[in-house]
């Protein structure tokens, strides 16, 4: 098969959610469904692991575990389908956000009952960020929950962009019937049982109108006119838009009964896109598009973690290829620092378990072992240069102040930090007048892990204390008199980061709005790329 053959038959795609609207239970069905794995409960399992414990140790413990569990691979019709994980709960962290530029689309599952929630929301915005198509898949549609059209409004005023019903549900709740597939024009009866597979539900066409009628009554006839409603005030699906991220396809079901997980998996199939083009940096500073299928392996590393114990200083990178094929055996150089890197191991992710990769094309993730010289946001090619934009840091939420329980050991922190952040497991800023350094995170377990692994690895303790700031913008101007009286002005809120880029830290977001309106000429970014070269604005 060609290289342009292998490309368009893969399928990546993040899923995004808010804790317990069924995330785990759907990737379950989504795998049971694909053939990928036999038994349900599985993933579940695991899940029940992580999370029977609260303490981050034990989560670390099940590390092996947690890293086959955040990519998964299947195959389904004659498409590779790749699903990465976006881990939440306490282990929410910048890496939850990076999965998201590792990904071709996204499918988001809400919960019929709470709709779109907190933890989805910060998903969402990294998606608008970079025009990532969304598939929406409204869960538990067998619960009591909200109505659907107000679900489809909220969809559409946080997502901003309008939304397509491909099903339609008939009742809820215990009076849950079943979904109507708008295309096919025919009901899937809604049946529960957690090991039915779709074809065992039963299906009427809706020309049997009156047999719906009948068994349904009034919820039938609330679902018709709601149909009725949509067909003239929702658009028409249109792939083109839905792939330029202008509007989104919802599908509704209940993945614990395995209800609608088939439409939602033929979805993927049908209407995801493909592996698309990415932008490279070339060496005279413009940007060039690399296409999936161009011959020539390239790939970009967008999460390293570290292995727990101290004794192993290995790290596992994930790489996203990008393009070409990788075989085992081929040499590969990281292109910031021009070495040749030599893995341990290679491992690709089919049916969760750790395999040697054989080969891998565009939109597939590989993770290799290494000890040392791979950093985040580093690509890595046959041998070619290029360097792929879009990696970005993502301004922290959350943020602590260092203090050394040894002042002698102020060396090893720095190093530690230095390490820690390249890794991306930590930002660190460091003000510019005087004061502690400051750590950044989007989660408070990312907090508690740098602690720990600065005793651990390097030896250092150190005491977190709580500060003022509560959000970081980096900043750019290209006015030297008005940055130099932002700089003088707002000298006490300023720092800089591991790549010396300059922030702004925030006290408040009035803090921020004022700020800008002082000094309009200053740019304030959200994100910093991986090379400090390319900012966005907020
Ligand atoms: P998450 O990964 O998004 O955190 O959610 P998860 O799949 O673990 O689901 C959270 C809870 O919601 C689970 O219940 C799960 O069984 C339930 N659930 C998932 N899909 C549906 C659905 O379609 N309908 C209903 N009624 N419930 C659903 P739990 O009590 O936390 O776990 P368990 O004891 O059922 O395993």
Not at 269 to 296: F, H, M, N, Q, Y
Request: aromatic share 6%; net charge negative; glycine share 8%.
């Amino acid at each position: 098969m060609s290289l342009a053959q292998e490309t368009r038959k893969r399928r990546t795609f993040a899923i995004i959610s808010h804790p317990d609207a069924g995330k785990t239970t759907l990737t379950e069905k989504l795998l049971l469904f694909s053939g990928a794995i036999h038994i349900a409960g599985s993933v579940k399992a695991r899940k029940a692991s992580r999370h029977a414990t609260s303490d981050w140790m034990e989560i670390e413990k099940q590390r092996g575990i947690s890293v086959a569990s955040s990519v998964m691979q299947m195959l389904y019709r004659d498409h590779v389908i790749n699903l990465l994980d976006t881990p939440g709960h306490k282990d929410f962290s910048e890496d939850t956000y990076r999965v998201l530029t590792a990904v071709d689309s996204a499918l988001m599952v809400i919960d019929a009952a709470n709709g779109v929630e907190a933890q989805t929301k910060r998903l969402i915005e990294v998606c608008r960020q970079r025009d990532t198509p969304i598939i929406t898949f409204v869960n538990k549609m067998d619960r009591e929950g909200r109505d659907p059209i107000s679900l489809l409004d909220e969809i559409e005023a946080e997502l901003g962009m309008p939304c397509v019903p491909m099903t339609w549900p008939v009742g809820q709740g215990k009076a849950f019937g079943g979904i109507v597939n708008l295309r096919q024009r025919n009901m899937r009866l809604f049946a529960a049982g957690a090991d039915k597979r779709s074809d065992d539900d039963e299906i009427v066409p809706l020309e049997r109108r009156d047999e719906l009628h009948a068994r349904f009554g009034h919820d039938w006839e609330l679902a018709e006119g709601n149909m009725e409603l949509l067909a003239e005030a929702a658009p028409a699906f249109d792939l083109e838009a839905f792939l330029a991220a202008k509007q989104t396809p919802v599908f509704f079901g209940s993945a614990v009964n395995n209800f609608g997980v088939q439409e939602v998996l033929d979805a993927l199939a049908d209407l995801a896109p493909s592996p698309r083009p990415r932008l490279s940096t070339r060496k005279d500073g413009g940007t060039v598009e690399i296409a999936p299928e161009r011959e020539g392996f390239s790939g970009v590393v967008f999460k390293v973690q570290a292995n727990m114990d101290p004794s192993h200083r290995d790290r596992i990178a994930f790489l996203r290829v990008c393009s070409g094929k990788y075989t085992p055996g081929m040499k590969l150089k990281v292109q910031r620092s021009g070495k040749e890197l030599r893995p341990t191991s290679v491992v690709t992710f089919l049916s969760q378990r750790r395999e040697a990769v054989e080969e891998a094309y565009a939109g597939d993730i590989i993770g290799f072992t290494t000890h040392g010289g791979v950093q985040l946001g580093d690509t890595i090619t046959e041998g070619e240069s290029l360097q792929y934009t879009g990696l970005p840091f993502f301004a922290p939420e959350l943020f602590q102040t260092v203090e050394l329980a040894n002042p002698m050991k102020s060396k090893q922190l720095q190093a530690g930090l230095m390490q820690l952040g390249e890794e991306g497991a930590i930002q660190v800023f460091r003000p510019e007048v005087g004061g502690s350094m400051l750590l950044g995170a989007v989660g408070q377990l990312q907090f508690e892990v740098v602690q720990h692994r600065l005793k651990a690895e390097y030896g250092v303790d150190i005491r977190l204390m709580p500060c003022r700031f509560v959000g970081a913008r980096w900043v750019t101007c290209d006015d030297e008199a008005a940055m130099r009286k932002f700089t003088a002005e707002a000298a006490s809120k300023l720092a800089l980061d591991a790549a010396d880029t300059l922030a702004y830290m925030m006290t408040s977001p009035y803090d921020l709005r004022l700020t800008q309106e002082r000094h309009p000429k200053v740019v304030f970014h959200p994100l910093r790329e991986h090379s400090g070269l390319a900012l966005q604005t907020s």
